[in-house]
């Protein structure tokens, strides 16, 4: 038996293969996982944050994962938690960073509205690897004719894979959590250490080769048992004290759907190199399913009868009906999350926004459904239709960015909705308790803000603006509920009214 305090850190868990930094094998290895479980098992780590009854921090980062360092650290891996954070500062500095480590950062909202395409969510479980495309190949066994290794150079080569370029939306499945924190807790394991707001979502075109293809050509094809292809990529990732590199699955048939191009092996996004924050050398890109089947930094991909038994894939992702909660939900009581339901969000105007307007209120948002439907309608505060020309072009894997103007009467606090049909008519559920579930995952109701509303189209709201002004009260300089140092109203003005409308029947 070895015992803690003899491992050695320094060479028990380090890397094996030059140009592959931050990349630790441990699913070839048994023992090695069962060591580091040990030195897991030895240490204390920080206890993970509350949020039932301590709200979110208004910091930037949000939260610090100084568990998800330490994890690390204990197993000499803290070079990782450095190089990932100096990745961020590198690709990523204006993202709003939830997590610093493993990182997770939310797309601001002007940037998700400037374009159809971004390239800027990020959503990691472990740390950053830093692989040298020059000597990176990816490794391809388990249930097919010929296990290979493949060079990224050939894979790119057009003349040995033909190569596609597909426009998809990547979308967490945690997107719009906090709605649920808010409302609702559910499970603080891990999954609410991503308190996602309506940024955890991207669009972009990717470039690579369909996975179909590499299959049959590089492989022979895969053996008649096969029915999941799993993709391990090179992070490690951490879970109730054992180790794991990162693994997910995809059923064959999503592999074989519209000529492979719906699962790709990609390693240009938007037309430049894969940044290392979004997978460089390679990553999977599952079109229409969650985020998390789309594995970064892929290095292995095993054919397999059943889905991966990895975590992410097994543990995690999982929706939950409203009639499990936290003391009967098991692994194998909640359904893997595959294609996303449609959703949506409103990004302008902001939540608790006090708006300033002449009888109509701009809204703008995503719509986004998975699993090829595209957006189909979308319905602003819940009834007006935008216009087909105030929405972007339809994809079958993409969002689609709109634009209304609702005509607004109310005066003061008015709630703000967008509801959506994708082109199987699906729709969204109407409130965050409909589609409430113990893992926080996809929240797909219609999604409301508040806004307070100041209309000057109206001759009284007008004038009250310009008073509150000349009493420096102005909407930006005081708050709502400070209540005016002037009289609304004089005598004169009243007793005409008054008197012209009388308070009380004459008879
Ligand atoms: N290897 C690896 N792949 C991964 C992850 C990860 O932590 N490790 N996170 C997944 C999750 S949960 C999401 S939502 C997407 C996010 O992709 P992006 O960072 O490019 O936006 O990557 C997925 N692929
Ligand atoms: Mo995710």
Redesign the pocket.
Known sequence: MVEVQDIDIKTAFGEERLGWTGYVEWEQYPEKKALASKVLKANKFTPIPEFQFVPIPKTNPVLIGHRWKEYHNVLGLQGIVDFSWETVQREKPDLIHLLDF?YNGETRREQIMEGKITDN??????GVPDINEDVFELEIAGLVNKPVKISLKDLKDPTKFPQSEVTVT?Q?SGTRRIEQINEYPGDGDELINAPWGEGAI?TAVYRGVPLKKVLKLACGGVLPECEHLEFI?A?TYFKKNNVFN?AVSAPLRKVRASSGTEVLLAWEMNGKPLPK???APLRVVVAGYI??R????VYKINALKEPSMGPVQRQEYLYFTPQIGKQNAKYSNGFPIGNMPVSSAIIFPLDKQTIVHSGKITMQGWAYSGGGNWVQRVEGRCGTAVEEEDMTTKYYHAWRLWKIDLPVDAEGWLELCVRTWDSSNNTEPTFVRSAWNWDLHVTSSAHRIKVYSINTSRPATAKRLQELEEHGQGIHTQSLSYPAEFTLEPEAEYLEQYRKFPREPAC
Request: charged content about 15%; hydrophobic content about 25%.
């Open positions: 493993p969510n990020v959503r990691n479980h472990g990547l967490c991207g990529g992070d990162y924050m979004h997978g985020g998390a789309s594995c970064k930094w």
